[in-house]
């Protein structure tokens, strides 16, 4: 079992930026970001492997969001520049100890954080 722990979160207005981080208890193969507005579904935002850490970032996001890993530290790491209203959601953090297939589906992960909410206003 591994347990996820996200942080950073809060309150930007539009422009600005937050770096959200989440730490796993153990071992994890890929991680990933996922957000969800209310009255939305959960959408992929970003992920990244533990070995070649290659990533993929949703189209919404591409240059403007930056995902990273520490393995040392079990931690990836979110950098959401030059946000937008549009970001506000609450944001989860996912894993997998495994290769996960098709990222940006949350049934690719078992393991999922409590979320953190990230808010932008104009």
């Known amino acids: 079992q591994v347990q996820l722990v996200e942080s950073g979160g809060g309150s930007v207005q539009a422009g600005g930026s937050l770096r959200l981080s989440c ?25 990244i492997d533990r070995l070649i850490q290659s990533t993929y970032y949703a189209d919404s996001v591409k240059g403007r969001f930056t995902i990273s890993r520490d393995n040392a530290k079990n931690t990836v790491y979110l950098q959401m520049d030059s946000l937008k209203p549009e970001d506000t959601a609450m944001y989860y953090c996912a894993a997998s100890t495994r290769y996960p297939g098709v990222w940006y589906r949350s049934s690719s992960y078992v393991y999922w954080g409590q979320g953190t909410q990230v808010t932008v206003s104009s």
Do not use: D, L
């Open 23 to 47: 730490e796993a208890s153990g071992y994890t193969h890929s991680m990933a970001w996922f957000r969800q507005a209310p009255g939305k579904e959960r959408e992929g935002v970003a992920t």
